[in-house]
């Protein structure tokens, strides 16, 4: 670190992330950066919604230690240079102590050397690729072995032999992918094919010539957003129904369900750590106060679940640290319980969450039942063992 | 693994892409070879036909309902058309360049336009049962919603080779194009022919849109992503020919379908791209010329 | 060109504030201002190929994505122990650096091939083009389609470019450490020194021999041909710089962004980048600055506060600016001054209709 980087973090501290400077009624400012427009605008848009809820809940119970909190939104507008832009001002001009936000990994890359850079801390919502490791990120979403590999092992543990990969075109499906194909490796299973279209891609005329001709026993798709409405009619319309070759899905939840027209998509499966089906009180009350505010047929997910349960989790910690100071903050959140509406949950050492994966298959009523969940919470793996044996996430020396 | 099934599957695929690249595209080519001017609001109309098909689904539901909406789509656009070529159009048509850069304009704003009234998500239309079906045929699977799109291109092309062949809008629409100024010294309403065949250009993509959503979702961007190989088309194509626009739709649409036999969509995608900049190097006048007596086109 | 009155002697004043803006505004507005004077860069060479040249090319953003990366491969690099792989080959399986990235770990081959690898892939694509005289219309269209190209092509070979992420997490260039108060202020006096150089030279060129037969050829192709000149060269050169000014406007930005992804190459923001010229006026070098600025502190303003809005805004601008004011914001102001100098009876008349001709 240099001097000047120095100088910027004494004059931040100063400002607003002293606890010291900070008077007993003065509000304290956090951000919310989701892209409120462009093409990621549908489904982040959702996420900043249960941020702000989850702010304004808190706000009116008092605060946090005393403090009102004010969100300051800014639209990272589905642009990656734009979402490191945003949240250089946010943590420079608005004196902001965290942020709540991204959603593409692209964002994510694009915002991490901002939040080194200032010492500030990021909340991301959002299930990912994994293959990354910073003292100044949050992972509430999940980790490869919180979500594709549990429901490759689930698919497995149905007798499922040959596994046929579709995908966008981006880091994502590419990387979860490589992890699902090595564990098919060692398992002795067989790879069926593995395909990918560009983002918002809508012709998959080759691509289902190749299932048709590989018969896969299942599909795993982890397309992006309308690509998904484009497979599902062309897998219908060329004759190959869901109930032979079933599809699992990994980027389709509650909203994007509804969106497609439930029939569409009916009897496939989908994998997350939370559905809106889950039961308990706690998750009826989220559900019912997210429609209270945002209409009787909003559709609840599992990323808007996280960015919500990641503003509690950001007030139990800065409770328990007794302070806004980033690196006592970051030190407090760890294997810290919080409730939230899918359960207490902690973050590990490695500050992804433990969380426990579902399987769920949807109805005709466009939710999800639940056929399977893990055995318990599942610690989270930035790096896959198998695929990545010399990697390895340790944040407690930083 | 070149199989003779795939193969033979990809070459219907093939024609199967074509028919909508010139469902896309044939409007564009048309008001192009007549007035030099390219409509980057296009893709809009595509949309427009495809949330018209939605609405008329919610109206008139049943089985047949895709029948009733391809006519109105294809009037709902077409007046939209209208609309554009009043305004905008008319008001440019010396400047072809500020004709493509103005209608971009239009088309973010149609585009947002459609998600203020129907939300950024997109709807869903359903294909009827009796499109959901296929049968095999010589080991290749042939679904039924895209033997329908490809009658429809047939059908398209054919009414529309005997407007221009037999009618009288047809004979207008040739004497304007081979020479605007003298048809109009003899007396033609040229303005009324630019109106007539931009509204016709409007009208097909209008339709284009319903069969889309056969395939896909209608979203406020589903214009967008057949747009730009729509453009591609009438550039292949040659100066608003249909001969050429078609045959320059079959080439592409094989080109892309037996490509990907081998290749990922991307790299099918960049192959695509660079046939046709190899392809103007041997014909830069595209597949079909058209011989014009002006020096400066 | 309309380059007004005002601004012959205008540029003292401009130059003045941009010198005084680091004293002026926050680290962040400055790097913000950086991030569009970098864009400028770009914006001239549109002037040059759009204005002068009369060619309009949708694909800027393929050149501007183009210096991004060469800039960003060699940060990528040198932010690496010796032998060790970027982050994401790694995990994309990718055992050894591929032959093309390894140029990139020399600085100066690097910044060379900011401008080398634009100039040659330009050069090679509009000589192919050009020399089959295609223009207009089709060229847009083509240009447009290589944008598209070259976008998902970038995604699609994720083990070697980064993919939908792009590249980012960069340190230190030539020792100046990125992303810091001093870093940014360094890298805004590099960017308006490049700017002001960049502008002087294509001013230079507008204004000589080979300007004048540029806009010959824009009016008039066909009797420039008649008179004797192959065009295709001159084009082609056009071409290739505006190319170049477009990868040095994108390595700049970059620096400042501390991001390079195909979201700066595709067929949006590169239409966008037509918007900025049109706006600020397509034939002259003050008015696409303008326009520059205009356009994206608008964008940063209203697009946070009013997102929905921000589309129907520019759509509407846009249409209006192509439809009435061909000659942009730049072109009204000197239609505005033509009129106070012909209503002021002002005996200079001479000089201003000198620069009304010029502007045809």
């Avoid at chain 1, 893990?374 to 010399?390: A, C, H, K, R, V």
Wanted: hydrophobic content about 50%; overall charge negative.
């Amino acid at each position: 670190m240099t001097t000047s980087t120095r100088y910027v973090l004494a004059a931040g501290m100063a400002f607003g992330l002293g606890q010291a400077a900070l008077a007993q009624d003065e509000t304290v400012n956090v951000g919310v950066l989701q892209s409120l427009s462009g093409t990621m605008a549908i489904s982040e848009v959702t996420v900043k919604n249960a941020e702000i809820m989850a702010i304004d809940e808190i706000n009116a119970a008092g605060g946090v230690m005393g403090h009102q909190i004010k969100a300051v939104i800014e639209d990272g507008a589905s642009d990656p240079a734009i979402f490191a832009q945003k949240a250089t001002k946010l943590i420079q001009n608005d004196d902001v102590v965290t942020v709540f936000g991204g959603w593409t990994s692209a964002s994510r890359k694009a915002m991490l050397p901002v939040f080194e850079r200032a010492d500030n801390l990021l909340w991301y919502p959002v299930q990912f690729e994994g293959n990354e490791c910073s003292a100044n990120i949050m992972y509430s979403g999940a980790q490869p072995n919180q979500q594709i590999l549990p429901a490759y092992t689930w698919a497995k543990d149905q007798g499922k032999e040959s596994y046929f990969l579709v995908g966008s075109d981006y880091v994502f499906p590419r990387t979860a992918n490589m992890i699902v194909k090595k564990h098919i490796d060692e398992d002795g299973l067989s790879l069926a094919g593995e395909e990918y279209v560009p983002l918002g891609g809508t012709d998959f005329s080759a691509v289902i010539a190749k299932i048709r001709a590989a018969q896969p026993d299942i599909i795993f798709n982890t397309l992006n957003g309308d690509s998904n409405v484009s497979f599902f009619k062309q897998l219908a319309s060329a004759g190959i129904s869901i109930e032979d070759t079933p599809v699992m899905s990994f980027s389709i939840g509650e909203q994007e369900a509804q969106a497609m027209g439930v029939s569409l998509v009916e009897g496939s499966y989908a994998a997350w750590n939370y559905f809106e089906t889950l039961p308990g009180e706690a998750n009826e009350a989220f559900i019912a106060q997210y429609r209270d505010a945002y209409g009787a047929n909003a559709a609840v997910t599992d990323p808007m679940l996280h960015g919500y349960l990641n503003v509690y989790a950001w007030k139990a910690a800065v409770e328990a640290a007794g302070a806004f100071d980033v690196d006592e903050v970051r030190a407090a959140a760890v294997d810290l319980d919080v409730d939230t509406p899918m359960g207490t949950v902690s973050f590990a050492p490695n500050q992804s969450l433990r969380q426990t994966a579902y399987v769920g298959e949807l109805n005709e009523s466009g939710k999800f039942d639940i056929l399977w969940q893990s055995e318990g919470m599942i610690e989270p793996q930035p790096y896959d063992p198998l695929t990545f044996p010399n990697k390895s996430c340790d944040l407690s020396a930083g | 693994m070149l199989d003779a099934t795939l193969l033979a599957g990809q070459v219907f695929n093939g024609f199967s892409v074509a028919s909508l690249f010139v469902l896309a595209a044939l409007g564009l080519a048309l008001s192009f070879g007549l007035m030099r001017v390219i409509n980057m609001a296009h893709g809009e109309m595509l949309m427009l036909g495809g949330y018209l098909a939605y609405l008329t689904y919610l109206v008139v539901p049943g089985p047949l309902a895709i029948l009733v909406a391809m006519p109105v789509a294809f009037l709902g656009a077409a007046l939209l058309g209208a609309v554009l070529e009043l305004t905008v159009i008319r008001k440019l048509a010396a400047r072809p360049l500020d004709t493509l850069l103005a209608t971009w304009g239009v088309s973010l704003i149609l585009q947002q336009a459609a998600r203020s009234i129907f939300g950024p998500i997109g709807v869903g239309v359903t294909a009827p049962d009796w499109l959901n079906t296929g049968f095999l045929l010589a080991g290749v699977y042939i679904p039924s919603t895209r033997l329908f799109i490809l009658a429809v291109a047939v059908v398209v092309l054919a009414v529309l080779g005997l407007v221009i062949a037999r009618t009288r809008l047809g004979l207008l629409v040739r004497a304007v194009n081979q020479d605007r100024m003298m048809a109009a010294a003899s007396g033609i309403n040229v303005r009324r022919v630019d109106l007539a065949v931009f509204c016709l250009g409007t009208g097909i993509a209008g339709l284009a849109g319903v069969v889309l959503s056969l395939l896909g979702p209608v979203t406020p961007s589903v214009g967008q992503s057949y747009i730009v190989p729509a453009f591609l088309v009438v550039v292949m194509g040659g100066l608003g020919s249909m001969v050429g626009t078609t045959v320059a739709a079959i080439i592409l649409g094989l080109v892309s379908a037996i490509s990907q036999i081998f290749l990922d969509v991307s790299m099918s995608q960049v192959l695509m791209l660079l046939s046709v900049i190899v392809f103007l190097q041997f014909r830069p006048q595209g597949v079909v010329a058209t011989r014009s007596r002006a020096l400066e086109e | 060109m309309t380059d007004h009155p005002i601004f012959k002697h205008g540029w003292i004043v401009v130059l003045a504030v941009g010198i005084c803006a680091p004293a002026l505004l926050s680290s962040y507005d400055l790097n913000l201002l950086g991030r569009f004077l970098a864009m400028a860069i770009l914006a001239i060479g549109i002037v040059l190929i759009w204005g002068e040249a009369g060619i309009l090319t949708l694909g800027q953003g393929v050149f501007f994505g183009m210096g991004g990366y060469c800039i960003a491969m060699y940060l990528k690099l040198s932010s690496l122990e010796a032998g060790a792989l970027p982050d994401f080959m790694e995990w994309s399986g990718v055992s050894a650096l591929p032959w093309w990235w390894v140029p990139f770990a020399n600085p100066v081959l690097a910044l060379l091939a900011i401008i080398v690898v634009p100039a040659v892939f330009s050069g090679v694509f509009a000589w192919l083009v050009f020399r089959r005289r295609i223009v207009g219309v089709y060229f847009a269209l083509i240009t447009q389609a290589v944008a598209l190209t070259f976008a998902t092509l970038l995604t699609s070979q994720q083990n070697t470019t980064g993919g939908y992420n792009g590249l980012t997490g960069f340190q230190t260039i030539f020792g100046l450490e990125l992303g810091t108060t001093d870093g940014n202020r360094t890298l805004y006096w590099v960017t308006l020194a490049i700017l002001a150089l960049v502008f002087a030279a294509t001013r230079w060129l507008i204004g000589s021999r080979y300007g004048t037969v540029l806009r010959a050829t824009r009016d008039g192709e066909n009797r420039v041909r008649f008179l004797g000149y192959n065009t295709t060269p001159y084009k082609v050169v056009a071409f290739a710089l505006s190319a170049v000014f477009a990868a040095i406007g994108g390595a700049l930005f970059t620096l400042h962004a501390g991001v390079v992804s195909p979201a700066f190459v595709g067929v949006v923001p590169s239409i966008e980048m037509i918007v900025w010229v049109a706006v600020g006026g397509r034939h002259s070098l003050w008015g696409a600055i303008s326009g520059v600025l205009i356009v994206n502190f608008a964008k940063d303003m209203i697009s946070s506060a009013l997102p929905e809005a921000w589309l129907y805004v520019l759509g509407l601008v846009f249409i209006l600016v192509v439809m009435f004011l061909p000659n942009g914001l730049a072109g009204l102001v000197d239609d505005l001054w033509q009129k106070y100098r012909t209503r002021d009876g002002s005996n200079d008349m001479a000089g201003s209709t000198g620069a009304l001709e010029e502007s045809k």
